[in-house]
T-cell receptor, first 117, second 115 residues
């Protein structure tokens, strides 16, 4: 019954490795997001997809690559992990279809705590 | 560009008392949405309350209410009858309902409810 789920919840890995975080929503939403929460708890948008199309790509290193196989899934792949990538990564979804005036509330997953050693 | 400021990094309140968390924002938009999210130690982000800028009436949800002052660009959260379960980080967020619909978050206020 979980609305937005992420796997794994915890990820500990070595510098230089490649890892993926998966996100799935069962709310029927059209739009999904990835946020990064740093050690000071600051939350910042990274990416957003609407119906499998990329609509937000903030200034994120190109080692981060989102992939949306369908509108219920948005995965985040990270290449060549660095110490600074350690953070909590949140997936979120909302119902908006990009129509001007649509009211969006974002529903968040439980977060994935990534620790790069 | 929009910015959101939460000037109180930490606050504490006695159980059953009332506390107000402040949030100010900067935007040139006339239509937008504002949110308060709660993040307890479990890390889950939970929507507390939302406000549509074109609505003058302040939103309320049970013990949670907002004081929305559009001209002052202020959006404070009042928690009445504080409970131990209210202990959490609280984030204020701004969203412009066009384009990317992304949230701009404040830096958060850590609230501790004391028994």
């Amino acid at each position: 019954d979980t609305a937005v789920s992420q796997t794994p919840k915890y990820l500990v890995t070595q510098m230089g490795n490649d890892k993926s975080i998966k996100c799935e929503q069962n709310l029927g939403h059209d739009t999904m997001y990835w946020y990064k929460q740093d050690s000071k708890k600051f939350l910042k948008i990274m990416f957003s997809y609407n119906n499998k199309e990329l609509i937000i790509n903030e200034t994120v290193p190109n080692r981060f690559s989102p992939k949306s196989p369908d509108k219920a899934h948005l995965n985040l792949h990270i290449n060549s992990l660095e110490l600074g990538d350690s953070a909590v990564y949140f997936c979120a979804s909302s119902s908006g279809s990009g129509t001007s005036g649509a009211f969006e509330t974002q529903y968040f997953g439980p977060g994935t705590r990534l620790l790069v050693l | 560009a929009q910015t959101v400021t939460q000037s109180q990094p930490e606050m504490s309140v006695q159980e059953a008392e009332t506390v107000t968390l402040s949030c100010t924002y900067d935007t040139s938009e006339s239509n937008y949405y504002l949110f308060w999210y709660k993040q307890p130690p479990s890390r889950q982000m939970i929507l507390v309350i939302r406000q549509e800028a074109y609505k003058q009436q302040n939103a309320t949800e049970n013990r949670f209410s907002v004081n929305f002052q559009k001209a002052a660009k202020s959006f404070s959260l009042k928690i009445s009858d504080s409970q131990l379960g209210d202990t959490a980080m609280y984030f204020c967020a701004f969203m412009k309902p066009s384009g990317t619909y992304k949230y701009i978050f404040g830096t958060g206020t850590r609230l501790k409810v004391l028994a």
